[in-house]
């Protein structure tokens, strides 16, 4: 049957309704219990012997799940947002009103029911129902009940109907939640305090990434949607804040797969009078608590794989992962070209367009990233990959930075924050220049790029010594959460428009 021929009948019932008076998308309805709560008093009645027949009523609301009739009986599951619940109807109690909603009623239409709690001969908890309310007349069928929604596109583009019919998806978002929950308990009762940091920005900064633009009328200017949170947040430490964070949107205008997500969460906070080793170790039990909150223990599932996140976890230099992987040490090829061939002896493809930091990124990605499935920390980044970090005092080549590993993808990343404003702008000029001379992919099309002036005007003031740490939430909910997508943990992933 099409959709349209499913239809029909519900309009025809709705008509029913409206033509015996009942509005079938009333604005209240005055619920006493949640099914979950009904099911506690029933239990409640049980321990202290009390009889239904002379409690007082109740009323609970959901959506109709299920209906069977038996002669003059009917049993129906209205479900709501914690569970199901059986209603016990006998028709000829019914009052007219009733007798009509209950005709005129079809699976997923949302219905108010008044009676008493009891438990029937088979031994389930029921409403004996006394009064039928329609809430909102469904005019589209639910997916057939044993099979759910299942063709995954249309489970990412009709959420909504993913959630109505998919009880283990709902489940995943609560998991999601009571995860960002505790993250945020972790930090506010370490003294951080929680901010918000504008989405638009003037100029492209805290990345390296692709923005999405878009045009500020009132200013008369473009405006990019923010890659990061890190420099406004930098600006706050200047301010006076010594512990702050902000858990929010970041927007990258690049590609889509498993793990990747133009639209997605990041955590970053950053600490005062602290450098990477100590973000090491707040990364180290944030994680975990977050983990255990929303597990009940620090092993996950994922990928057919336990991964274990008690504490400690394992400290690995960069350098000495890359060469142990691929045989390959960055050290001894100090500029693009002599790395670029060393990497093509050994049959590696690259971009001969890439400079330094990318090509050693590439060999990361490559051959180390996929391989760490317990947490692991690599440490000691080169300065080319962190033009925002603090060089190491006595290596000014490599950067106090970490990265956490976790299931083969990167789950944080850290380091001690370069607070030298003139060291900052000679970065940022060299990293521009690259740009501007072919050596590096320009980040915004047919525009010139430029430096945050602001940025760099900010650290003047004075930064102490900090350190910052960011953390990706979509990739963390995939661990807690055991599933292989970043589009399973987003409720809303963006698709391509059918038209």
């Not at 002599?338 to 051959?367: N, Y």
């Not at 996929?370 to 006595?394: C, E, G, H, R, W």
């Amino acid at each position: 049957m099409s959709g349209q021929d499913l239809q029909q009948p519900r309009l025809e019932k709705l008509l029913n309704l409206k033509a015996a008076g009942i509005n079938p998308y009333p604005a209240v309805f005055a619920r006493t219990h949640s099914n979950t709560q009904a099911m506690e008093l029933q239990l409640d009645n049980e321990k202290t012997g009390a009889t239904a027949h002379n409690l007082l009523p109740i009323s609970i609301a959901g959506r109709l799940t299920a209906k069977r009739k038996m002669g003059k009986l009917v049993f129906a599951d209205l479900t709501d947002e914690s569970t199901r619940l059986q209603l016990f109807i006998s028709k000829p109690e019914l009052d007219e009103i009733s007798t009509t909603v209950l005709d005129n009623s079809d699976l997923g239409d949302f219905l108010g029911a008044e009676g008493y709690i009891t438990r029937t001969k088979t031994g389930e908890i029921s409403l004996v129902a006394q009064k039928l309310v329609m809430l909102s007349k469904s005019l589209q069928p639910l997916p057939e009940k044993y099979h759910g929604l299942t063709d995954t596109e249309l489970r990412y583009r009709q959420r909504y109907v993913d959630l109505i019919s998919n009880m283990e998806v709902r489940q995943v978002f609560r998991k999601r939640a009571t995860m960002i929950g505790a993250i945020r308990h972790y930090l506010n009762t370490h003294g951080f305090m929680e901010v918000e940091t504008p989405i638009l920005h003037a100029s492209v900064g805290g990345a390296a990434a692709r923005p999405f633009k878009t045009y500020y009328n009132a200013l008369d200017q473009n405006y990019y949607l923010r890659i990061a949170l890190e420099l406004h947040l930098k600006r706050l430490v200047v301010g006076g804040y010594e512990k702050v964070y902000e858990i929010g949107r970041c927007f990258r205008n690049e590609g889509i797969d498993s793990r990747h997500n133009p639209e997605f969460t990041m955590m970053e906070c950053y600490q005062a009078y602290a450098d990477y080793r100590q973000v090491m170790q707040t990364a180290e039990e944030l994680i975990h608590s977050a983990v255990v909150a929303t597990n009940g223990s620090p092993i996950v599932a994922y990928n057919d794989q336990e991964i274990d996140f008690s504490l400690p976890w394992k400290r690995l230099g960069l350098r000495k992962a890359i060469m142990d992987a691929c045989g390959i040490d960055y050290l001894e090829y100090p500029d693009a070209p002599s790395l670029l061939k060393a990497m093509q002896d050994q049959g590696i493809k690259a971009d001969p367009k890439h400079q330094r930091g990318k090509l050693i990124d590439c060999l990361l990605s490559e051959f180390v990233e996929p391989n760490l499935i317990q947490p692991t920390f690599l440490v000691d980044y080169p300065l080319d990959m962190s033009p925002l970090a603090k060089s190491k005092f006595d290596d000014p080549l490599t950067v106090e930075r970490f990265e956490l590993f976790a299931g083969g993808m990167e789950i944080a990343n850290a380091f001690s924050e370069l607070n030298d404003p003139r060291e900052q702008r000679e970065r940022f000029i060299e990293q521009l220049s690259a740009k501007q001379a072919g050596k590096e992919e320009l980040l915004l099309e047919n525009e010139e790029e430029t430096i945050d002036e602001d940025f760099i005007n900010a650290l003047e003031y004075g930064l102490p010594p900090t350190g910052g740490l960011g953390v990706g939430i979509d990739r963390l909910a995939m661990l807690t959460c055991s599933l292989p997508s970043i589009r399973e943990v987003l409720l809303f992933p963006q698709l391509k428009s059918k038209d």
